[in-house]
C-alpha cells in the first residue's frame, strides 16, 4: 500500500471515529494484547453506580472502543472492571455478550476481599462467565499510617486479614490471578501472600505507581521479582513520573522493572480508549523500552499476555 494510500485510509478512521487524530502512529508488528483498559456505559439507567462509587467517570463505552480495536487491529483486550461499579459485574457482563469477536475479551472482577461471601460470589461469577474471568483486582492506595477499611468502597482493606488469604486460597483454586493496584510500600505484605498462595499469579497495576513511593519501596517492589508468579504491567506510567509526557524521568523505573522481571514477565496495558490515546501510547513504548531487543518488546506487547490469560 502506498504512502498516500495509507494515510488515506486512517483519515477515514479517524472521520468515522470523531475528533481523533488523522493519523496515528503505525501499528507495532505482531500481536497487542492491551492487559488494562476501563469501560463505562452511556447509559447511566441501565448501568448504574452504586451510592459509594469513589468517582464518577465520562461514559467510554463499548461501543465506541470496538471502533478503536478495529482501526488499532488490536488481537485481544482484557477489561479491567472499574471501582465505579463496585461489585456489581453487569456491565462488563454486557461487554463479554457484545464484543468485537467471539473470545476477544477477557475480565477482571472486583469484590470485597475480607468479605465472607466473596470466595462463593467470585465463583458464581466465574462459573456464569466460564473462561472468561482472568483476576481479581485489589486496591490498596491509603496513605501510610492510615488504618485499613473495612466497609464502604471496596478499597484498602487489611492485607493481613485471615479472610484476605481465604480470598487469595480461593482465587488460586478458581485459577484467577490476584491484580494489585497499590502505593509501592505494600510490596512486603503482598510478598507474604505470594509467599504463602504460591499457586497464586500475582499482577502489579501501573508499574506499582513508583513515582509515588520512596526508591526504597520500589526497591521492595522489585525484590517481587523473586516470586516466579509475580508479573509486572507496563502501564499508567503518569503515576511514575514528575514530568509532562513522554514521562523522561520514569524510564530508569521502567529499565530497572525490565531488569528484575525479565521480558517474559511483563505485560502492556493502557493501550489507549481513542485513537489519540493509542498514537501516544505506542511512541512512549518504543521510547521506554528502546533499549530492549524486539524479540523481548513483542512478548511485552502481546505475546506473554496471550499465554498468562489463555486467550
Not at 58 to 79: C, F, G, N, Q
Not at 144 to 168: F, V, Y
Amino acid at each position: 500500500m502506498s504512502a498516500t494510500a495509507t494515510i488515506s485510509r486512517r483519515r477515514l478512521l479517524a472521520g468515522a471515529l470523531g475528533a481523533l487524530p488523522a493519523i496515528c502512529a503505525s501499528r507495532p508488528p505482531g500481536t497487542l494484547v492491551d492487559v488494562h483498559v476501563h469501560l463505562f456505559a452511556a447509559d447511566p439507567v441501565q448501568f448504574p453506580y452504586p451510592p459509594d462509587a469513589p468517582y464518577q467517570p465520562k461514559p467510554s463505552p463499548l461501543e465506541d472502543y470496538v471502533k478503536v480495536v478495529a482501526a488499532a487491529r488490536l488481537d485481544h483486550t482484557v477489561i479491567v472492571h472499574p471501582e465505579p461499579y463496585q461489585d456489581d459485574h453487569r456491565y462488563l457482563e454486557y461487554c463479554f455478550a457484545h464484543e468485537p469477536s467471539p473470545g476477544y475479551f477477557k475480565g477482571t472482577c472486583l469484590f470485597d476481599p475480607i468479605a465472607p461471601r466473596t470466595p462463593e460470589r467470585m465463583e458464581a461469577l466465574v462459573k456464569r462467565n466460564p473462561g472468561r474471568i482472568v483476576a481479581l483486582r485489589i486496591h490498596e492506595t491509603r496513605k501510610p499510617g492510615t488504618p485499613p477499611s473495612s466497609s464502604g468502597p471496596i478499597k484498602d482493606r487489611d492485607m493481613q486479614s485471615p479472610a484476605m488469604e481465604n480470598t487469595w486460597r480461593k482465587a488460586q483454586e478458581l485459577g484467577l490471578a490476584i491484580q494489585m493496584h497499590f502505593l509501592p510500600y505494600f510490596a512486603p505484605q503482598i510478598g507474604e501472600l505470594a509467599r504463602k498462595s504460591p499457586g497464586v499469579t500475582v499482577l502489579l497495576d501501573h508499574l506499582a505507581r513508583a513515582g509515588q513511593g520512596t526508591p526504597a519501596d520500589f526497591d521492595q517492589v522489585l525484590q517481587l521479582a523473586r516470586h516466579p508468579r509475580v508479573y509486572m504491567k507496563y502501564s499508567g506510567i503518569e503515576y511514575s513520573s514528575k514530568q509532562p509526557y513522554p514521562y523522561p524521568d520514569a524510564k530508569p523505573l521502567v529499565r530497572r522493572a525490565f531488569d528484575a522481571f525479565g521480558p517474559d514477565r511483563m505485560l502492556w496495558g493502557g493501550i489507549g480508549n481513542t485513537l489519540e490515546d493509542f498514537d501516544r501510547q505506542v511512541r512512549l513504548f518504543d521510547l521506554m523500552f528502546d533499549f530492549a531487543a524486539e524479540s523481548d518488546r513483542a512478548k511485552i506487547r502481546g505475546l506473554n499476555a496471550l499465554k498468562l490469560f489463555g486467550f
